[in-house]
């Protein structure tokens, strides 16, 4: 398959940005330009260019998409839409006459402004959908809609951290969280991780050595605890009393996000029993589930079950912190939008109910486990082995490959690794992957500090965004980029 020039009959499911001026007609040339406005920019703007992972992913559609951290179309639960119009517009061409469907929430209603917790029937649908898998262990939990999970994360910086805190976190983590926390003026205390997740031992360690005359203790700690991006791993239900014990002893805030939790890979995905309480009991109990306190703050979106494009998910805690949420919501994004939560509420309360969310979300985790086994089996085949290792995922949607530096020659020729030539070496790599057709992202862009080491290789690859007919092919070319970086030899 030829993947160097762009298909005009198809039109990629990736959302792309492509490179187009967003600048006024060229044709005013004789114009002058604005002032230069450096000097007048906020010190936290001056030096911000915008989200590196997003930079990554604005790519032509004639990439395998294999570090896109979002799912392929045909994994929506969608497949077309009808717009209609009012006759007064005298569309030409087009249909006349207003949606309507049968519910008290209408298209009228989703058009106004919304409320900051979201339109009653949908959030009821979520609070039912909360209680049914999670049941939280204290009385004043409640549920509110967010714009998806890092417009949520920035209302929480703003709500539990002032600029200087520390915050701790997995060692690798999500690149939207590690600039956001910068942005707030949050430094992070990466967390060492195992197969397992974050280290509870190693997290204790920390907390109980904190030096609190020279800076204040960490008061929130934020996790992935299933499907860890970008490593993969899911923390066992031990893993997360040990470290829920240890939050209850030091009076830390869990920011529990969760957004690939009930994509299971395995062959005891499919169940029978369609029921919710049946899909709660083959997933790992969360954190909001064992939180007795309630310092829990759950993240859920529809980025990765549904469709990222409708920019919404929601966020479970304490009512404390949802009435502090909501305050904040209404001066940033006011609500998410009310188009979106129209297809929700159509999807959920007049389409699926909560059965038929389960069945959906299992029919989800079986597709996303053919998706993983086939780049799993094509990873085993076509990667060399003595310098690429990862582990099988059983939750969400990434394979975090780990290389062996000290197989490069150059380690061979110098005998230690040289400052800076990691990265040199994770650039080529995704220069000749690019280059031939693939899009994989580079490891060090999850890195929640810059330690220094300056010895760790890893990429991202996903089994989501891509075809599925392109993933073995995908990991193909990454795999000959490995291999000519290294000098390998076929055979």
């Not at 600029?163 to 967390?191: N, T």
């Not at 029978?272 to 064992?290: G, H, K, M, T, W």
């Not at 990222?308 to 940033?332: C, E, F």
């Amino acid at each position: 398959m030829a993947h160097n020039a762009l298909d005009e009959k198809e039109i990629s499911p990736i959302a792309k940005s492509p490179e187009v001026s967003t600048a006024a007609s060229s044709e005013g040339g004789s114009k002058p330009k604005a002032t230069c406005l450096q000097k007048y920019f906020s010190e936290e703007s001056r030096n911000f260019q915008g989200s590196a992972l997003k930079k990554t992913t604005r790519l032509l559609s004639d990439f395998i998409p294999l570090g896109t951290g979002r799912p392929h179309a045909e994994l929506y639960p969608w497949t077309s839409s009808d717009a209609n119009w009012p006759s007064f517009l005298n569309k030409p061409n087009g249909p006349e006459g207003t949606v309507t469907v049968p519910s008290k929430y209408t298209l009228a209603n989703a058009l106004t402004y919304g409320t900051a917790l979201g339109t009653p029937s949908l959030v009821q649908f979520l609070t039912e959908h909360i209680e049914l898998i999670h049941d939280p262990p204290y009385q004043d939990w409640a549920v509110c809609l967010t714009c998806g999970s890092t417009s949520a994360l920035d209302i929480i910086f703003r709500t539990f951290t002032d600029r200087g805190d520390v915050i701790l976190a997995e060692k690798y983590s999500y690149p939207g969280f590690i600039e956001s926390a910068a942005l707030a003026g949050v430094e992070i205390q990466p967390v060492d991780l195992d197969d397992q997740g974050l280290n509870p031992d190693r997290l204790g360690q920390i907390l109980d050595g904190w030096d609190t005359l020279e800076r204040p203790k960490p008061k929130v700690l934020y996790t992935i605890p299933s499907g860890q991006n970008p490593t993969g791993v899911t923390q066992s239900q031990e893993r997360r009393w040990a470290i829920y014990e240890i939050a209850e002893r030091h009076g830390l805030i869990i920011i529990e996000d969760d957004p690939y939790y009930f994509i299971q890979l395995g062959p005891n995905t499919a169940s029978e029993d369609r029921n919710p309480e049946a899909v709660s009991r083959q997933l790992v109990p969360s954190y909001l589930s064992i939180d007795k306190s309630g310092r829990v703050i759950r993240l859920d979106s529809t980025s990765k079950i549904l469709a990222p494009g409708l920019r919404a998910g929601w966020v479970t805690a304490s009512q404390q912190v949802i009435d502090k949420y909501t305050a904040y919501h209404d001066l940033t994004t006011v609500s998410v939008s009310g188009l979106s939560q129209f297809v929700l509420h159509d999807l959920f309360n007049l389409q699926w109910g909560q059965r038929g969310f389960s069945t959906w979300l299992q029919t989800l985790s079986l597709k996303y486990t053919q998706r993983r086994d086939i780049t799993v089996a094509a990873c085993h085949s076509l990667l060399p082995s003595d310098i690429c290792s990862f582990a099988i995922p059983d939750h969400g949607m990434f394979l975090w490959i780990s290389i062996d530096v000290r197989m490069h020659p150059m380690y061979a020729a110098e005998g230690h690794i040289v400052e800076g030539w990691c990265s040199q070496v994770e650039d080529r790599i995704l220069t000749l992957g690019l280059a031939n057709g693939v899009q994989v992202t580079k490891g060090s862009l999850f890195f929640a500090k810059n330690s220094g080491e300056g010895a760790e290789l890893f990429f991202r690859l996903t089994f989501a965004a891509a075809k599925e007919q392109d993933l073995a092919e995908g990991v193909g070319i990454f795999a000959n980029a490995v291999k000519t970086e290294f000098n390998c030899r076929e055979g």
